[in-house]
């Protein structure tokens, strides 16, 4: 079992379950007139157009049918410096004419720019456990050490759990670009994601992630945390090449 934190790295090395160090994670609905036209644009253009800068290693998208947000993507960088690198800032300053206008669908939205604190686990899963959690009132609580020392070793040793993950959002979240202000998103401050083989584990993993103690810290994790299930996965050109 590999058990790794960015600073043990030196943020020089991503957790063996992720092909990067640097995250985008973005959960969205979409206006049922723009249905098609997301999918249209989300696996033909959009995807392989982040997958073409430099720096992104994976793209994947999974789907809640009936549940809101009813979409996550998730893209893998190899460090937190492709989120602010001109190539990336180029595509986010000059968004296609399809972006645009796919955007303006976008429902109940959140998007951060995230890096690992904590990850255990060598796998990803074709079913993704994912919850959003608000931060507390004093910036020094933290879900890390509960989730490291308790939760994800309990979520490790049932079957069919790949892998955990506690995401912190960063600041690059917030910049302002010209596709940032096509719409409105939220921030959450932490993002655990449990990577499971099948839609049973990953719901079993539920049990121990949003427990009373994350609550009782003062921590708030979301109503409306759901089991993914994954759509499409593509692989950076390095990634393909190596």
């Keep these: 079992m590999n058990l790794q934190t960015d600073q043990d790295a030196g943020n020089a090395m991503a957790p063996a379950a992720l092909l990067g160090s640097g995250i985008v994670l973005v959960w969205n609905d979409i206006d049922e007139a723009g249905r098609e036209q997301f999918y249209e644009w989300h696996d033909k253009e959009h995807i392989p157009e982040r997958l073409a800068i430099a720096g992104f290693r994976r793209g994947r998208r999974f789907r809640k049918a009936g549940h809101s947000p009813e979409w996550l993507t998730m893209y893998e960088a190899a460090d937190l410096d492709v989120m602010s690198s001109p190539g990336y800032m180029a595509r986010l300053n000059a968004p296609t004419p399809a972006t645009t206008k796919t955007l303006t669908y976008f429902r109940n939205t959140s998007r951060a720019v995230c890096r690992p ?28 050490a509960w989730l490291r020392d308790v939760a994800f070793p309990q979520a490790m040793s049932s079957t069919g759990v790949l892998a955990c993950h506690l995401f912190a959002s960063d ?8 596709e940032s202000r096509t719409r409105a998103f939220d921030v959450p401050a932490w993002i655990v994601l449990v990577e499971a083989s099948t839609e049973e584990a990953a719901e079993r993993a539920r049990e121990f992630i949003d427990a009373p103690q994350l ?11 759901a089991v993914y299930a994954l759509e499409i996965c593509r692989l950076g050109v390095l990634s393909r090449s190596t």
């Design 171 to 178: 600041q690059a979240s917030f910049l302002d670009t010209e």
């Design 215 to 225: 609550h009782d810290a003062g921590l708030r994790p979301r109503r409306d945390a």
């Design 117 to 144: 604190v904590f990850s255990v686990g060598e796998s990803s899963g074709g079913h993704v456990l994912a919850i959003r959690i608000d931060g507390a009132s004093s910036s020094d609580v933290t879900p890390e």
